[in-house]
């Protein structure tokens, strides 16, 4: 051993106490995670503090086969107070027609549509729900992306979440059950490795944040100058908590995770978005560069073991093999406290799925360090280091990276009068009338279209 030269020993060293530090990491994840999730809040509404409005915004850009329920679960909720603002960028979207349908199926739900969007920045998300952010009339402001399913008590459990200290509550990044072993592959991914770090980050006050469902203090984005000042950031979420918090806010995590429940769940457009996360957070966060593959389980594992062998004389094949498996039953257990209920597939599938997860992890991880170009839906976009966003011309796309579903074919739907109006601008909004709360009582619909330029 003396032979051989110090800084290896120094690496050693290291390597040894961050794979001690991961596996703290674990052990919080998973404590936290049987403490706060799925527990349910007592904090009753008293008639001295009833529950605040919110209003919602859904950014919707395409179709998929469970967009209809997806959004349909927002119309059943059970919230005494609330506005469902439904924005479209593309006059032509499919998404449209669907709506339409929805408002009239439930005339009692305050709820509208913006199409036409807005260019207050480089984020398209952004940009498709600013008019629906500017007319938002409620206190507390909720984004929820478009594969978001809700149970009746989510927002309510968000709102209980929504201390006098807190700006932010966001829901942890999970899937609904679905069949298949691309959704297998996603349960996996979310409820291990996502979950593991979404969860030590939030019981340390680390931020963490992904945007897919989350509730804010509107007063709160109106002195950090609105939506629109994270417009010129494609990851949006993470900025939004970062200047929340630099305020002094708190944020935290909801005790239900979000229930991601795209129609469209395939390998390809799911390693897609991976990629694209991951080059969000190599812009934004640099570190992540060394940490994200370090904190691999087969690469972790591999670097510990030949570590433990030179510090301690261990056996490398036998710390390796015990390595994974612990880590193997612990994310079983991880995944088990996130889902709270029996598992959609067989104990062998997620054996494949876990595997593969890991396999293909560090994989994907080089891969977006290699094309720093992000495609998202449409467009194609690079990143400044720090996370300022700029869009690439269209032909600039590399082909490999279209991994994504196509829009549908546009529908008949706009009329003669709306089609015209339309192409002549701008945002067209369709108002469905007041009232919230799921379907108490018939109420004449009055719906009307507003041409706003
Ligand atoms: C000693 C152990 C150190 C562990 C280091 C862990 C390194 C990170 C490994 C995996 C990253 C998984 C990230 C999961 C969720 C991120 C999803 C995402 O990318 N969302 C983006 C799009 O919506 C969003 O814009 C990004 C938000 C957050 C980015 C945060 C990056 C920093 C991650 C470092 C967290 C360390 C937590 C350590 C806890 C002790
Ligand atoms: O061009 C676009 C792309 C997306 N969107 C909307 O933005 C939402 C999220 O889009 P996707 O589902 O494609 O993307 P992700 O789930 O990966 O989003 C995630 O990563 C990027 C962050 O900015 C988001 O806040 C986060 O939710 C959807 O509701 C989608 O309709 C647009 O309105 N326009």
Known sequence: MSHLPLPLYGFAA???????????????????????????????????????GVSILKP?????????????????????LYELLFCVEDKHDPAIKLVEQLLDKYPLIDAQLFVGGSDVGVNPK???IHPGYMAAKYDFLMISDSGIKMKNDTLLDMVQNMSEQHALVHQMPFTCDRDGFAATFEKVFFGTVQSRIYLSADALGINCHTGMSCLLRKA???????????????????????????????MRISNQPALQNSGLCDIGSFQARLIRWAKLRVAMVPTTILLEPLSECLVLGALAACSASLLFAWDPLVFYLVHILCWFLSDWLLLSIVQHGSMPF???EFVIGWFFRELSGPYLFL?????????????TFKLHWGGVAYELP????????????????????????????AAATTTTTTTSTTGAGAGTGPLPTAKHRLLVS
């Not at 919707?60 to 005494?80: A, C, I, K, R, S």
């Open 126 to 128: 952004i940009n498709n």
């Open 60 to 80: 919707l850009m395409g179709v998929d086969p469970n967009l209809q329920h997806n959004l349909e679960t927002f119309f059943t909720m059970d919230y005494p």
């Open 346 to 348: 067989h104990k062998f």
């Open 220 to 250: 709160v984005i109106d002195q950090l100058g609105g939506l629109r000042a994270f417009g010129c950031y494609l990851a949006e979420d993470f900025f939004i908590a970062k200047r929340v918090t630099e305020l002094g806010w708190k």
């Open 367 to 379: 891969h977006a360090l290699w094309n720093p170009a992000i495609r998202w839906r449409t467009r």
């Open 394 to 421: 269209l032909n600039n796309t590399p082909a490999s990276e279209s991994l994504i579903a196509p829009l549908q074919p546009a529908p008949t739907l706009l009329t003669a009068t709306t089609a015209a109006a």
């Open 14 to 52: 290291f390597f040894m106490i961050f794979w001690f530090g991961t596996w703290c990491v674990h052990l919080i994840a998973i404590c936290y995670g049987k403490y706060k999730l799925h527990k349910k809040s007592c904090k009753l509404p008293t008639e001295s503090s009833p529950l605040p």
